[in-house]
């Protein structure tokens, strides 16, 4: 176990916008200074047609604009818990980039539902794509991200959408039934420079084991194909049969064959904790993971 290094804002202006950073950074305060009491939850949005280029003065517009549900309020020490957080990819992608064979980042909160420019789906900060971003500028020509969450990282495909020196790969639910409902369709496979570089393979809600796996191994032989010279993992653990809000099947024996299959890909790896409500077993479920990586 290793404590985190700080790390400068310069390395989340690579993913996220700065007019976003600064509202997060400020947005507490500000909520509190208008006079209000409890949680910000947001209550109106840019929605289609509308604008999102001009940052309006009213805050509950800017906290509209910067979101995209109401799961996902601000609170007291918001902002301190997901900056902190993202110190933990950096120092993570740091100690890839200087040799280590697998390093996890235990982190909250998650992060893999924030885009450039918004926060979502109990995600602010978007941890596994600065670690990505961070892996490059350290000199990794390319970077694979597999995302394992129940529930599709939307925030990552966005903001690598265009780019091919990301690749992203992604297993969730089908989002015609599953949070967040309105990205993650197979069809998306990236954009400009970026065409060929995203992968989405939804599966229906109960879907066999089995057919969680043979989706890991097309995602796996995408990467292989990608040929990256890391891979960052959004180790998300609410496939977990046992998952309150998720509908995937997977035990805990099946999260140990995860990481053994991992392993096998020969790939520097660094993980990211993304999802997971069966609390009780969550432990027990991302230790699986790195247990049939580490043997
Ligand atoms: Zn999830």
Known sequence: MEEALAHPDACLQAVHEPRYLAFLASAWDEWLATGNEGDAFPSVW?????????????????????????????????????????????????WIASGERSVFALTRPPGHHAGPSFFGGYCFLNNAAIAAQALRD????????????????N????????????????????????????LGYADEQGEGPGAGFNLNLPLPAKAAVADWFTALETALARINGFAPEALVVSLGVDAFAGDPISKFLL??????????????????????????????????????VLEGFEG
Request: aromatic share 10%.
């Open 155 to 182: 925030g990552t495909q966005e903001i690598f959408y265009r780019r091919n020196d990301v690749l992203f790969a992604s297993i969730h639910g089908d989002p015609r039934t599953e949070y967040p409902f309105f």
């Open 251 to 288: 035990q805990t024996v099946d999260y140990q064959r995860l990481g053994e299959r991992l392993a096998k890909m020969g790939l520097p790896c660094l993980f990211v904790l993304e999802g997971g409500y069966a609390v009780a077993e969550m432990g027990a479920n991302v230790a699986a």
């Open 138 to 153: 350290r000199g990794a020509a390319r970077v694979a991200i597999l995302d394992v969450d129940f529930h599709h990282g």
């Open 46 to 94: 840019a929605i289609r047609g509308m604008r999102s280029d001009v940052i309006p003065d009213n805050f509950a517009a800017r906290l509209g604009l910067f979101s995209f549900d109401t799961g996902t309020p601000l609170t007291a020490g918001t902002w301190a818990a997901a900056r902190a957080g993202a110190d933990r990819p950096l120092s993570a992608a740091a």
